[in-house]
């Protein structure tokens, strides 16, 4: 599960702690969910079963776009206060509680848990991939975008992965060129959802 967290931890997941020296808890949410999107959610619910109170229920809230007019929802689950998650609190969040990249994120970053950053975060974009990295700062982005390169680094046939840093009113945020998508198939492809398989595929789009 750990490479997982690191994963999810990059994109919509959270670490709470109610005191300085209580333990932490595990809290993950998603909005605007397209139909495929619960399947995956459920999946990541079901990972994180054994870390909850026998009778939680999922949450559940609905709301309406007063611009659009159209009907969204949102769902989240928080875990139980325990010690595991301590380690991820201290990784992921500075003393002003704020969430950051941990600076040795290239050590704790794999293609597991690079796959669920992309289930959360990831958009398909003229074939090539966004990363959403818009609550990090560019220095973080930086960091992000070497740890890909070093993951997808190889002396066989001087294969390496292109991407480049984009700049967005929204903050910084990665993009894996389209001629390195086909590496980053062949390493992730085993460890996605099959609903979220078209964030790196666009023969999977629904």
């Not at 689950?77 to 941990?102: A, H, M």
């Not at 398909?124 to 973080?140: C, P, S, V």
Request: glycine share 4%.
């Amino acid at each position: 599960l750990n490479e997982i967290v690191i994963g999810l931890l990059l994109g919509d997941g959270h670490i709470q702690r109610r005191s300085l020296n209580g333990n932490s808890r595990f809290k993950y949410g998603q909005s605007s969910l397209r139909k495929h999107h619960y399947s995956y959610f459920n999946h990541v619910f079901d990972l994180f079963q054994p870390y909850l109170s026998e009778d939680f229920k999922i949450k559940e809230r609905s709301f309406t776009d007063k611009r659009t007019k159209q009907k969204y929802c949102s769902v989240n689950f928080t875990t139980l206060s325990l010690p595991c998650f301590n380690l991820y609190r201290n990784l992921f969040y500075n003393s002003e509680n704020i969430k950051i990249v941990p600076s040795n994120i290239q050590e704790l970053l794999t293609p597991r848990g690079l796959a669920y950053w992309i289930m959360d975060d990831g958009s398909l974009q003229n074939k090539g991939l966004h990363l959403n990295t818009y609550n990090f700062t560019i220095e973080e982005v930086l960091n992000l975008k070497k740890t890909l390169e070093n993951m997808f680094s190889f002396d066989i046939a001087n294969k390496s992965l292109n991407c480049s840093i984009h700049k967005h009113s929204k903050g910084p945020r990665i993009y894996v060129w389209e001629e390195s998508m086909g590496l980053i198939r062949d390493q992730i492809s085993q460890f996605m959802h099959k609903d979220m398989l078209y964030k790196i595929d666009c023969s999977k789009i629904n």
